[in-house]
């Protein structure tokens, strides 16, 4: 009975040596996020992380490298081993922080490749309620009485957060002065303690606020309303016509990052999009995904690249 016993435990002390050794051999693959914690990249990397990981047979680790409007870590993974291993949760900020910024120690376009493309998100003005302007018209009259009296917060100097806000402030008239932030989840603690009068916040982030008493959310930025915020009208519906602000999001490689991992990787996420609980989880968030395929993203990639040159070339001034 004793040798049984003694059996028994072996093998369970071998199933769980194994076990740990097979959870060993996975090989990590660093997903960086450019912004803090609580930003719509970062919940989108979280959400897809462990999907991903059973796709492409790793650990996905999920990293926040914050600071300077996202370039800290576009920097970080522009310089990683190009062998598929780091990979930058990239969105359109990406374009519009490296056009802002000439002396990075990347190009935007040139020191990666695109790996997938993972779906797209307008955003949405927002003020504290204790800033007492309930829609949108009344936010214009009082900040327009006020001109550089109230000021705005963003993701950075060039996030996709402060061109999209400065762009609607240029349409509408309006003056107001910038305060960059780290991230989204700085924006929102700053909006919610009513610090700052405005921003403009990713849907995706703020699908978790829009109950929340403290918050005033005036208008999204595509030009048809969203569906997680069908109540709220849209900037063009409001008088500001064709005025649409949306981001894309996707992965991005180190340039020299060779063409079959890239497929891989690309193969990996369309199939972490066809699971039922993962899409409507994203879906239920206000996130709409797309997957396409490696060339046909690194084309978008470059059209969108020309389109923050023109928008930084224009509001440069306002920007600096």
Request: aromatic residues 8%; charged residues 15%; hydrophobic residues 45%.
């Amino acid at each position: 009975m004793k040798v049984l016993v003694f059996l028994v435990r072996c093998l369970v002390c071998m199933a769980a040596g194994l076990a740990v050794a097979s959870a060993q051999e996975l090989r990590p693959v660093t997903l960086v996020v450019p912004f803090s914690a609580g930003s719509a990249q970062d919940i989108f990397a979280r959400i897809i992380s462990e999907p991903l990981g059973q796709e492409l047979r790793a650990r996905v680790l999920v990293v926040n490298k914050a600071g300077a409007g996202g370039t800290l870590g576009a920097a970080f993974v522009a310089h990683a081993k190009p062998d598929g291993d780091t990979l930058l949760m990239a969105a359109s900020g990406h374009h519009l922080s490296g056009a802002l910024n000439p002396k990075l120690s990347y190009h935007p376009v040139n020191s990666f490749r695109g790996v997938a493309f993972t779906g797209s998100t307008d955003f949405v003005l927002v003020t504290p309620a204790s800033f007492n302007t309930p829609d949108l018209a009344s936010f214009v009259a009082r900040v327009q009485a006020h001109p550089m009296a109230f000021n705005f917060a963003s993701a950075g100097n060039g996030s996709i957060t402060h061109v999209g806000m400065a762009s609607f402030l240029d349409r509408a008239g309006l003056q107001m002065v910038h305060l960059p932030l780290k991230g989204t989840g700085e924006i929102i603690n700053e909006l919610l303690a009513g610090r700052v009068q405005a921003a403009m916040v990713s849907a995706f982030s703020m699908n978790a606020y829009k109950a929340d008493p403290r918050l005033k959310m005036l208008a999204s930025t595509d030009t048809r309303r969203s569906d997680q915020l069908l109540e709220l009208p849209t900037l063009h519906e409001s008088g500001y016509l064709h005025y649409k602000w949306t981001s894309w999001t996707g992965l991005l490689a180190p340039a020299g990052t060779p063409i079959g991992v890239l497929q891989d990787i690309n193969r990996a996420v369309a199939l972490v999009f066809e699971d039922p609980p993962t899409k409507a989880r994203l879906h239920k968030l206000g996130f709409t995904v797309r997957p396409m395929p490696v060339a046909q993203f690194e084309s978008l990639l470059r059209e969108d690249w020309r389109q923050a040159s023109d928008q930084l070339a224009r509001f440069k001034g306002s920007l600096d």
